[in-house]
């Protein structure tokens, strides 16, 4: 198996950050996109010097969707190949803000879907021309079914699942596989201090099982293991009695 | 459903947190910033926690905010040439050690534990099995960064001449929130130890093993048995170690920097408050004594050697939902034989077992304000929990200070302000470096408000 560049988007994401030295660890090389310059510079030492894998800070903006292109382009140039990509870029946002103030709304919708979508097209025409790589993006077990109390950031999630869906089947015929990754609720900074979750997993765990899931083309991994048992049964209720839930 | 915010952070409520000890618990309320940037103190009172593996209140904070650390746990730098490597201070040693070792270099001093933190280690000034060769912990820091009480942070070194870095090596996380540490760490061949296990049949003996220079290795070490009595109070067995050399090594070995990874099993469950009672220590200790008194010479993995516990993940949930009691003290070569066999002696009577009675010799003192080790012996204990022991550990801090001796932070969750005071006479020094730091009082913990070191 080649063991070539792979760009993570989003990588100062607590699952990314783990999902980067997995894969060093593999013998990657790495390009670390994302926002913010100082904690990408950290993290690509973090990485090199855990894994001995090359590990280089990129800026990134997701928003900035008419840069997308540019900056792929501009990457792969640097790169000289992208074997794959890694999207772990997101945002939980907060529903009750959300419905009463539509910036906050667009804000988790984008970040979620629109800017996912933007990056994974360009993405996805340089890795089908090259025929071969694959794409792993971050979606949620939220996207599984909606709930008052985070269907915009489960609607956008929903959506990307649906966008990966299509996405793996358009490029399977060229040999680049796609994995949709729906991870229960992790232990980050997204989750710090919430009440009451259930099964919250460590990010080091979550990584490990997206890498590994990576190696064996996965469609679709529930991680950790349980959620993929605890949404086919969220699935089945029937939306009558499901509505009626404080879910 | 969002978490109220300090510092533009959110708070997450911790509930009956303790020590690795578990004894005593306090209900806490945290942040742990995700970003470099965002570790800063936050509210009235603040108090950095690393990995929670000090033993009794040190890093408990149930009047103000603990700062979480362990997300800050990045490794910056290394330089090949100066042996230093430079990481976030929520770094573990176990962090450090997966990544050099294969690089041929190890930690220059590390207490029994891998889990805990850089910053933690500098601020407990911890010491090891070679504390008679190379010191504690901040002997081997370059430098170190610490964000002050006003959020300015800085850099501070045993070179620069401040008095900031003596206060902070050992201070307990009151000075500021270590932020950074340079450590310089120490070249190896193997990842395996050449060991040397004497059995000692009486504290003379043990002691003699300790000091004779013709049984000295860089790392050693006397495991007692405390409920010998009699003529064989203070047996034990000898435990000296050296990296071990490529051509001591068997020949399959391919990479000699390199073990077999290895997995910790947790602790499955919280035994019985009564499983563990002198019946069941004495046969452990038996067995112990039989089995590790039989070996003689042998190569252990690096692990093995320092790190027999971790293994076991929690594996403080041995002692029970009431938790345990470590002790450790420290006693000046004067006093330290007569000192010690008092203690072993009330040990014995009293049969207050330990599963870890781990007998020491320390080396010179270092100059960190609050830093436990002295030139003499030291000694460690835990006990599990029980009526009468807090009377029982009173009467061992008597002997102690009538001994001159010490008894050490990062274990303690119990001893009295005084007996604290007559222990580290250079508190005042250290004082008068923390009021011009921190002149508001915004770094305290449990630990400092029962000792009276800071609000």
């Known amino acids: 198996m080649t063991r070539g560049p792979v760009l993570i988007l989003g990588a100062t994401s607590g699952i990314a950050r783990w999902v980067a030295v997995a894969l060093g660890q593999r013998g990657h090389s790495l390009w670390l996109a994302g926002r913010d310059r100082e904690e990408l510079e950290r993290l690509a030492q973090d990485v090199s010097l855990r894994t001995g894998a090359v590990a280089t800070a990129v800026p990134f903006d997701a928003m900035d969707m008419d840069g997308h292109e540019a900056f792929f382009a501009d990457l792969v140039s640097r ?70 109390s985070n269907y915009l950031y489960g609607s956008a999630k929903a959506g990307l699942s649906t966008f990966l869906q299509g996405l793996r089947s ?15 609720p992790v232990d980050t900074g997204m989750t710090f201090g919430l009440p009451k979750l259930p099964l919250l997993a460590p990010p080091e765990r979550v990584a490990d099982d997206i890498v590994r899931a990576i190696d064996r083309r996965k469609d679709v991994l529930y991680t950790p293991r349980p959620w993929a048992l605890i949404m086919a049964v969220f699935r089945a209720v029937p939306e009558r009695i499901f509505k009626k839930t404080r879910l | 459903m969002t978490p109220e915010r300090v510092g533009g952070l959110p708070t997450k409520r911790l509930e009956g947190l303790g020590g690795w000890g578990r004894f005593p618990t306090s209900d806490n309320v945290a942040v742990r910033p995700e970003k470099f940037r965002q570790l800063q103190p936050v509210g009235a009172s603040s108090l950095a926690r690393g990995m929670g593996r000090s033993y009794g209140d040190a890093a408990l904070n149930s009047e103000g905010t603990l700062v979480l650390t362990e997300r800050l746990d990045r490794l910056l730098e290394f330089d090949p040439e100066s042996g230093v490597l430079r990481a976030e201070a929520g770094a573990t ?98 990842a395996t130890m050449r060991v040397r296990h004497t059995v000692a049949r009486d504290l003379d003996e043990t002691i003699g093993l300790l000091t004779d220079p013709a049984h000295d290795a860089r790392y050693t070490v006397a495991w007692l048995d405390c409920l010998a009595s009699g003529a064989r109070l203070g047996r034990g067995v000898y435990m000296a170690g050296e990296h071990a050399r490529p051509e001591e090594l068997p020949l399959r070995i391919e990479d000699p920097l390199r073990l077999a990874p290895k997995r910790p099993k947790p602790f499955p469950f919280d035994l019985p408050g009564w499983a563990l009672n002198p019946v069941t220590i004495r ?173």
């Not at chain 2, 070792?101 to 207490?111: D, E, L, M």
Request: proline share 4%; glycine share 12%.
């Open chain 1, 79 to 148: 790169a000289g190949i992208v074997e794959g990509v890694v999207l772990a870029f997101g945002y939980l946002g907060e529903q009750e803000r959300g419905e009463r103030d539509w910036r906050e709304a667009r804000a988790i919708l984008d970040q979620n879907f629109t800017a996912a979508a933007s990056v994974l097209l360009v993405a996805a025409r340089y890795l089908e021309e090259r025929g071969q790589g694959w794409v792993c993006a971050l979606s949620s077990v939220a996207g599984d079914r909606g709930r008052m």
């Open chain 1, 170 to 184: 358009r490029l399977q015929k060229s040999g680049v596989h796609v994995l949709t990754v729906k991870p229960g």
């Open chain 2, 93 to 190: 040693l176990a962090d450090v050690l997966a990544a050099m070792v294969p690089r041929g270099w190890f930690v220059p001093v590390t207490p029994g534990t891998k889990f805990c933190s850089l910053g933690g280690c500098l601020a407990a000034d911890v010491h090891g099995k070679n504390h008679h060769r190379d010191g504690t912990f901040s002997a081997h820091v370059a430098a170190a960064e610490v964000v002050l009480a006003n959020g300015e942070r800085v850099v501070c070194s045993p070179d620069d001449g401040s008095e900031l870095f003596w206060a902070t090596a050992g201070g307990m996380g009151l000075t500021g929130i270590v932020s950074e540490v340079a450590l310089r760490l120490t070249p190896i061949e193997t």
């Open chain 2, 283 to 455: 046969a452990f200790n038996a067995v112990y004594n039989w089995v590790q008194g039989r070996r003689r010479e042998f190569l252990c993995p690096y692990e093995a050697f320092f790190y027999p516990l971790d293994g076991i993940h929690g594996w403080n949930r041995m002692y029970g939902k009431r938790g345990f009691v470590q002790y450790q003290y420290v006693l000046p070569t004067a006093t330290a034989r007569q000192g010690t066999k008092e203690i072993l002696e009330l040990l014995s009577r009293e049969r207050k077992a330990s599963f870890l009675a781990v007998l020491k010799r320390f080396g010179p003192e270092g100059p960190g304000f609050l830093s436990f080790p002295m030139e003499g012996l030291t000694l460690a204990l835990d006990i599990p929990f029980s009526e009468g022991l807090e009377r029982f550990l009173d009467g061992l801090d008597e002997i102690v200070v009538a001994h001159g001796g010490r008894v050490y932070l990062a274990k303690d969750s119990r001893m009295s302000a005084q007996t604290f005071r007559a222990g580290y006479p250079r508190l005042g020094e250290f004082l008068e470096v923390k009021a011009a730091v921190d002149p508001e009082g915004r770094f305290g913990s449990d630990l400092s408000r029962r000792l009276g070191i800071g609000r």
